[in-house]
Structures are given as C-alpha cells and as structure tokens.
C-alpha cells in the first residue's frame, strides 16, 4: 500500500508540524496582500469567508475538547492514550484537521486572496497526507482503528 512509504518524519512526527507551522503561516500572510476583488463581490467573500472560519474553528475547538488529555501535536498518538470515536470523531476521524481546512479556505475567501485559497488548497492536501501517516501509528496502537476508518469520513463530516 503507498501510504505506508508517508514519511514519517521523526519518531513522533515532528517534521510534520513543522511543516504545517510553516504552511499556516504562509496562508495568514497571503491574506494580507491587496485584495483580488471589490464591490459587492468582496462583501460576500468577506461574510461567506468569516461563516467559513466560523465554522472551521467551531469544528477544530470541538476535536480539541473531545480529545482533552489524549491531544498531543504530533501525528503518532501518545502511549497509554484511548481511541476517541465519540462527539466530532464520531463525525470525521480528523475533525481538528478538517476544522483548520474549512478555517484556511475562509479566511482566503475573507481576505478575497487567491494566494491564501491556493495555500489552503495545498494544506488540504497536507493535513490529506498527514493523517494517512497518523492513521498508520493509529491502526499499529488501536486494533480497533479498522473498523472504526471504515464507518467514518477522514477530514469533513459528510463530505470526506
């Protein structure tokens, strides 16, 4: 299976926050150059874009609570810790991800910015990998993950 030549990038998978640090901040600076559209158009952007961020920290805050002392910023769980299916990880196995995807699109969309919509585009594709990567430490730690990837959307509810 290709996912499992997904660098690991550390024995926790430290380059892989690295990387999204590096990703994220990139994004929030792209929003910040002049913006791509005026008028009516860049106040619909600005509100769908904040219902966007709105929605994606909402959705990434909630994983966090769900988590609580099972959080840890890097992709390989922590030893001793449980499998989370319940509250947002019954809805998306990576829904603090998904969360950070939806915020990263918004604030593109707000700040009417096509390099911070590409950016968030790319750490879709990040974050897509990433947790292909976390789910391969998941499925070694938990003999349960199986069943539980195949009942649950990877990043978004509903969606994917």
């Known amino acids: 299976m290709w996912e499992s030549r ?33 008028g009516s158009l860049r106040i619909v952007s600005f ?16 994983g966090v609570l769900d988590l609580r002392e099972h959080l840890t910023p890097f992709p390989k769980p922590m030893d001793g810790s449980r499998l989370i299916d319940t509250g947002a990880y019954r809805l998306a196995r990576h829904p603090i991800y998904g969360g950070l995807i939806t915020a990263a699109f918004g604030w593109g969309i707000a700040t009417a910015s096509p390099p911070a919509i590409l950016g968030a585009l790319i750490l879709g594709v990040f974050f897509d990998l990433k947790s292909r990567r976390e789910e391969i430490w998941l499925a070694e730690q938990f003999p349960d993950y199986p069943a539980y990837k195949t009942r649950t959307r990877r990043l978004l509810p509903w969606l994917y």
């Open 47 to 62: 509100v769908l874009g904040g219902l966007l961020i709105c929605a994606g920290a909402l959705l990434s805050l909630v």
């Open 6 to 38: 997904i660098p690991q990038l550390g024995s926790r998978g430290e380059g892989w926050v690295l990387l999204q640090i590096v990703l994220f901040a990139a994004i929030a600076a792209a929003g910040f150059s002049d913006p791509a559209w005026r």
